[in-house]
């Protein structure tokens, strides 16, 4: 039958459209939603359309301290945690040490834990071992740090793993020192993945609720701040943020891109 025929052509395309629609539309509604203007608490049904929302993103600073919170924390969790995280994978890949197999598979352990055990560890050792006095920005930023560790270590690990041996040995026999080969042939191929790992890193702290929450005392984080709100009401402010991220990023993806496909375009 033609009919079947053509879906046996076209299924994985078909399959591919879906899934991307499955992806994709959620944050296509978070845009959309940006623009509404609810008569009530909650911005969950289409009203009427306006830029009230993106006039005033912080909602009169409302929004202003969990969000300037988040951000700090994420960028540092993301700093320290890419740096560890790159010498880690470093010495994992290449070197032999005792107890290196234990490390490696400790280090999967944040990953696998559900979020609400290791939230419920990390508030007993703080509560244990510094008082009540020490949850807030400190102890949020420490759990941000060792989750966000793992990550790093696996996604630099794969890259180093792919990387050919060959290109540093030659760099040697040309005369470069450790130094030189590290910086102009090692570096730059592990860029990507550390770049990678990076940004993994901020959207996971940035993101977090669980682990924060158990673990934030009386701060008060954005993903905390959109919870707490849900029981009064969600602004549409809280999508005019969403969707600033969503640009920010797709705008990242494009500056990586449009280099190759220009590139591309040419040697065609």
């Given at each position: 039958?033609?009919?079947?025929?053509?879906?046996?052509?076209h299924?994985?395309?078909?399959?591919?459209?879906?899934?991307?629609?499955f992806?994709?539309?959620?944050?296509a509604?978070?845009v959309?939603?940006?623009?509404?203007?609810?008569?009530?608490?909650?911005?969950?049904?289409?009203?009427k359309?306006?830029l009230?929302?993106?006039?005033?993103?912080?909602?009169?600073?409302i929004?202003?301290?969990?969000?300037?919170?988040?951000?700090?924390?994420?960028l540092?969790?993301?700093?320290?945690?890419?740096?560890?995280?790159?010498?880690i994978?470093?010495?994992i890949?290449?070197?032999?040490?005792?107890?290196?197999?234990?490390?490696n598979?400790?280090?999967?352990?944040?990953?696998?834990?559900?979020?609400i055990?290791?939230?419920?560890?990390?508030?007993?050792?703080?509560?244990n071992?510094?008082?009540?006095?020490?949850?807030g920005?400190?102890s949020?930023?420490?759990?941000?740090?060792?989750?966000?560790?793992s990550y790093?270590?696996?996604?630099?690990?794969s890259?180093?793993?792919?990387?050919d041996?060959?290109?540093?040995?030659?760099?040697?026999d040309l005369?470069?020192?450790p130094?030189?080969?590290?910086?102009r042939?090692?570096?730059?191929?592990?860029a990507?993945?550390?770049g990678?790992?990076a940004?993994?890193?901020?959207?996971?702290?940035?993101d977090?609720?669980?682990i924060?929450?158990?673990?934030?005392?009386?701060?008060?984080?954005?993903?905390?701040?959109?919870?707490?709100?849900?029981?009064?009401?969600?602004?549409?402010?809280?999508?005019?943020?969403?969707?600033?991220?969503?640009?920010?990023?797709?705008?990242g993806i494009?500056?990586?891109?449009?280099?190759?496909?220009?590139?591309?375009?040419?040697?065609?």
């Amino acid at each position: 039958m033609p009919v079947v025929n053509w879906f046996r052509k076209h299924v994985i395309a078909i399959v591919a459209i879906l899934i991307f629609g499955f992806l994709l539309v959620p944050n296509a509604v978070v845009v959309w939603m940006s623009f509404n203007k609810p008569s009530g608490k909650y911005n969950v049904k289409w009203e009427k359309f306006s830029l009230d929302a993106w006039k005033n993103p912080l909602d009169d600073g409302i929004l202003h301290d969990p969000l300037m919170l988040s951000l700090e924390i994420a960028l540092l969790a993301t700093l320290v945690a890419t740096i560890l995280g790159t010498m880690i994978a470093f010495a994992i890949v290449r070197h032999s040490f005792k107890g290196r197999g234990f490390v490696n598979s400790m280090l999967f352990l944040p990953m696998a834990a559900p979020e609400i055990v290791m939230g419920t560890t990390l508030l007993a050792l703080f509560l244990n071992t510094f008082g009540v006095d020490f949850l807030g920005f400190k102890s949020i930023l420490i759990a941000h740090i060792m989750f966000c560790v793992s990550y790093v270590v696996i996604t630099v690990k794969s890259r180093l793993n792919g990387m050919d041996p060959m290109l540093e040995k030659a760099a040697q026999d040309l005369y470069a020192t450790p130094w030189q080969t590290f910086w102009r042939v090692t570096f730059p191929l592990v860029a990507p993945g550390i770049g990678a790992a990076a940004l993994l890193s901020f959207a996971l702290s940035f993101d977090d609720f669980i682990i924060t929450e158990m673990t934030a005392g009386s701060s008060l984080t954005f993903p905390y701040w959109i919870w707490n709100a849900v029981q009064k009401g969600i602004p549409p402010q809280v999508n005019v943020i969403g969707s600033l991220m969503l640009i920010i990023t797709l705008a990242g993806i494009a500056v990586a891109e449009v280099p190759k496909w220009l590139k591309d375009s040419k040697s065609r």
